[in-house]
């Protein structure tokens, strides 16, 4: 009897035809149980397929680039102990996250939900819970938030399901391999999950202080989870690493390289555009972070900084420090749209719809991207093989002021949205960025930000770039100014400051004022949105 078995991809929620980026083994390799097989690249996730059992490999079936899905047969495997061994139904039947998988498909049942492989992080407070009892989620859906002393993460949902019990509390303390819930499941199961996505959006990135290792660029490093754990193994920054791999993904071979002190791929040299490659940013060699005891000088109280503070200032300063920022100041004459405005809102009064300056700017917006496509683009890949983006969607993020820092909810096809369909989506959106409550999807996507501070003052600012997208609209307090065309007569106008800080690589200094220009016409006269 042959004790030959084949290797599947497991479940990997919703993703099919995803391309192979890696394969870590080759025929006549002996791997245990748990050993990762290949990386898949999904344009969500990095996702490594871990061997469901021990065995030699005696064939390979796919090769890099190959687009496989679930049951795919990725190798065939001698299996260790006779195929006899082949997986026990028990284990499948109560799949989880850190169990080995199994290509076996079992009847629907009850997956215990587990803490993924989380570095070294031990005993690590739940500090947030996305999910309630009855509620359904997608794979990869956010089901809780970890924050140790370095990283904030959340742990996805590794299938999709129906949560039937939570089987912790915020403030328990969790390490891998605890159970978070129990998840009602489809028709199918598989014990495989998918490893924690490292292609994760930036609410799931970690943020961090490092010591050595810059934990922040190690999340944000543009590497598949076995390549991650490789390099917690051998003390690796991931963010010092340059990636070999495909749009410069960082692959074995090149942490193996760094390890041995550098040279080849992994010689981490010069700053990498980090914003386009997804990697960390190397060489800045600077003074060390005064260290002050502030208590000598007189009395101080210690504040842990918010999560969302740690990921929007770890993401702030990337953007910072990797984009050559410029900013272009102008003004707008809004006095009959302010007008416009006051007359909407007394029509609009029993909707519930309340329109303040913000969604028309969207609308503005709008129209100055189509004039000028490069602002609604963003950089992609590095070096020569760097190119623009054109997007052909109008997605708008807006910069929300919450009780727990900064967050820019993005709302979609704003092109297609009525003013006053912005305005409430907009209000629905900010609500849930103050209650803490905004998904992942709905803060990513967006092609260009505005950020107001209308509401609140100042004159102008210079804001900061929210990568990968090439530019950004600050906007103040409207205030009445004198003007004259002719220097002899003067009215009052109502101006609307406006600060558009945009990338240099992208973008040039005519395009920008061209740009303003054309938003303060608009602004200036609605019908110009038809043009
Ligand atoms: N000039 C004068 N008044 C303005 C104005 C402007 N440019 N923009 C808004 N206002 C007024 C509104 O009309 C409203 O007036 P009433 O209370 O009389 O109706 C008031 O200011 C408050 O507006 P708002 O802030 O509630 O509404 P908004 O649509 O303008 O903004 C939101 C919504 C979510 C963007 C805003 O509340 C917010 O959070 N802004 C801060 C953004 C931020 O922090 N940016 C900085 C990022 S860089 O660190």
């Given at each position: 009897?042959?004790?030959?078995?084949?290797?599947?991809?497991?479940?990997?929620?919703?993703?099919?035809?995803?391309?192979?980026?890696?394969?870590?083994?080759?025929?006549?390799?002996?791997?245990?149980?748990?050993?990762?097989?290949?990386?898949?690249?999904?344009?969500?996730?990095?996702?490594?397929?871990?061997?469901?059992?021990?065995?030699?490999?005696?064939?390979?079936?796919?090769?890099?680039?190959?687009?496989?899905?679930?049951?795919?047969?990725?190798?065939?495997?001698?299996?260790?102990?006779?195929?006899?061994?082949?997986?026990?139904?028990?284990?499948?039947?109560?799949?989880?996250?850190?169990?080995?998988?199994?290509?076996?498909?079992?009847?629907?049942?009850?997956?215990?939900?587990?803490?993924?492989?989380?570095g070294d992080f031990k005993d690590?407070?739940?500090?947030?819970?996305?999910?309630?009892?009855?509620?359904?989620?997608?794979?990869?859906?956010?089901?809780?938030?970890?924050?140790?002393?370095?990283?904030?993460?959340?742990?996805?949902?590794?299938?999709?399901?129906?949560?039937?019990?939570?089987?912790?509390?915020?403030?328990?303390?969790?390490?891998?391999?605890?159970?978070?819930?129990?998840?009602?499941?489809?028709?199918?199961?598989?014990?495989?999950?998918?490893?924690?996505?490292?292609?994760?959006?930036?609410?799931?990135?970690?943020?961090?202080?490092?010591?050595?290792?810059?934990?922040?660029?190690f999340a944000l490093a543009y590497?598949?989870?076995?390549v991650r754990k490789l390099a917690?193994?051998?003390?690796?920054?991931?963010?010092?690493?340059?990636?070999?791999?495909?749009?410069?993904?960082?692959?074995?071979?090149?942490?193996?390289?760094?390890?041995?002190?550098?040279?080849?791929?992994?010689?981490?040299?010069?700053?990498?555009?980090?914003?386009?490659?997804?990697?960390?940013?190397?060489?800045?060699?600077?003074?060390?972070?005064?260290?002050?005891?502030?208590?000598?000088?007189?009395?101080?109280?210690?504040?842990?900084?918010?999560?969302?503070?740690?990921?929007?200032?770890?993401?702030?300063?990337?953007?910072?420090?990797?984009?050559?920022?410029?900013?272009?100041?102008?003004?707008?004459?809004?006095?009959?749209?302010?007008?416009?405005?006051?007359?909407?809102?007394?029509?609009?009064?029993?909707?519930?719809?309340?329109?303040?300056?913000?969604?028309?700017?969207?609308?503005?917006?709008?129209?100055?991207?189509?004039?000028?496509?490069?602002?609604?683009?963003?950089?992609?890949?590095?070096?020569?093989?760097?190119?623009?983006?054109?997007?052909?969607?109008?997605?708008?993020?807006?910069?929300?002021?919450?009780?727990?820092?900064?967050?820019?909810?993005?709302?979609?096809?704003?092109?297609?949205?009525?003013?006053?369909?912005?305005?409430?989506?907009?209000?629905?959106?900010?609500?849930?960025?103050?209650?803490?409550?905004?998904?992942?999807?709905?803060?990513?996507?967006?092609?260009?930000?505005?950020?107001?501070?209308?509401?609140?003052?100042?004159?102008?600012?210079?804001?900061?770039?929210?990568?990968?997208?090439?530019?950004?609209?600050?906007?103040?307090?409207?205030?009445?100014?004198?003007?004259?065309?002719?220097?002899?007569?003067?009215?009052?106008?109502?101006?609307?400051?406006?600060?558009?800080?945009?990338?240099?690589?992208?973008?040039?200094?005519?395009?920008?004022?061209?740009?303003?220009?054309?938003?303060?016409?608009?602004?200036?006269?609605?019908?110009?949105?038809?043009?």
């Amino acid at each position: 009897m042959s004790n030959s078995i084949d290797i599947q991809v497991p479940d990997i929620g919703d993703f099919s035809d995803v391309p192979v980026i890696e394969i870590f083994v080759k025929v006549g390799d002996t791997v245990k149980a748990e050993d990762p097989l290949v990386s898949l690249e999904s344009d969500k996730a990095t996702l490594d397929v871990p061997a469901p059992r021990g065995g030699v490999v005696k064939a390979i079936a796919v090769k890099l680039g190959d687009k496989v899905s679930q049951g795919s047969v990725i190798m065939q495997f001698e299996a260790e102990g006779g195929a006899a061994a082949a997986a026990p139904p028990a284990e499948v039947a109560k799949p989880s996250v850190t169990a080995p998988p199994s290509a076996v498909s079992a009847p629907a049942g009850l997956a215990e939900v587990r803490v993924p492989d989380i570095g070294d992080f031990k005993d690590v407070p739940v500090i947030e819970i996305f999910v309630k009892v009855g509620d359904t989620v997608k794979a990869e859906d956010p089901l809780v938030s970890l924050e140790s002393d370095k990283a904030t993460m959340d742990v996805p949902a590794p299938l999709s399901g129906v949560v039937k019990e939570i089987r912790i509390q915020l403030g328990d303390k969790v390490s891998q391999g605890s159970v978070v819930l129990l998840l009602a499941t489809g028709d199918v199961l598989s014990a495989a999950a998918p490893v924690v996505a490292v292609a994760a959006p930036p609410a799931q990135a970690a943020a961090a202080v490092g010591a050595s290792v810059n934990e922040a660029a190690f999340a944000l490093a543009y590497a598949g989870p076995a390549v991650r754990k490789l390099a917690r193994e051998l003390g690796v920054d991931l963010g010092r690493v340059s990636g070999s791999g495909e749009h410069g993904r960082i692959v074995r071979t090149d942490v193996e390289a760094f390890a041995r002190g550098g040279g080849g791929p992994a010689a981490a040299p010069a700053p990498k555009p980090a914003a386009a490659a997804g990697g960390g940013i190397g060489g800045l060699e600077l003074l060390a972070w005064p260290k002050v005891d502030f208590a000598k000088f007189g009395p101080v109280e210690r504040k842990e900084l918010s999560r969302i503070k740690k990921i929007s200032g770890a993401n702030l300063h990337r953007n910072w420090v990797v984009i050559p920022h410029v900013t272009t100041h102008d003004e707008a004459d809004i006095t009959e749209l302010e007008q416009f405005r006051v007359q909407m809102n007394k029509e609009l009064e029993k909707s519930g719809v309340k329109l303040s300056m913000l969604p028309f700017m969207m609308k503005a917006a709008v129209s100055a991207l189509k004039k000028f496509p490069e602002f609604n683009a963003s950089l992609d890949g590095q070096g020569n093989e760097q190119s623009l983006v054109l997007k052909n969607y109008w997605h708008i993020g807006f910069a929300a002021d919450t009780p727990n820092g900064l967050m820019v909810p993005v709302i979609r096809d704003v092109d297609k949205k009525t003013v006053p369909e912005i305005a409430k989506e907009m209000g629905e959106l900010a609500k849930l960025a103050r209650e803490g409550k905004l998904k992942p999807d709905q803060m990513s996507g967006g092609t260009f930000t505005i950020s107001s501070l209308g509401g609140i003052g100042g004159i102008y600012f210079t804001p900061i770039i929210n990568a990968p997208e090439v530019a950004i609209m600050g906007v103040c307090k409207s205030y009445w100014k004198q003007h004259s065309s002719d220097g002899k007569t003067y009215t009052s106008r109502l101006t609307l400051p406006l600060s558009l800080s945009w990338d240099h690589r992208v973008i040039d200094g005519a395009a920008a004022a061209r740009f303003n220009v054309h938003f303060a016409n608009v602004l200036a006269d609605l019908r110009r949105v038809l043009f």
